[in-house]
């Protein structure tokens, strides 16, 4: 795993996290929710190939 994605990671929850204060402040919750659900779905994105080769892994480790 690379020490890339975490900051990748971090980088994305801090944008959506300053992105959402500023919605809430200018009185738009749904938005803020809306950019709160993309800002997930794209760390999902980038988690589920390391999630994937793990499981894989365990399934060799435990086959043998």
Excluded: C
Excluded at 22 to 31: F, N, P
């Amino acid at each position: 795993m690379d020490v890339n994605i975490i900051f990748k990671i971090a980088a994305v929850g801090i944008l959506v996290s300053v992105i959402s204060q500023i919605l809430k402040q200018s009185g738009r919750e749904e938005h803020s929710f809306l950019v709160s659900l993309a800002g997930l779905i794209l760390v999902l994105f980038w988690i589920v190939p390391y999630i994937y080769e793990l499981f894989e892994t365990i399934k060799e480790l435990f086959l043998l």
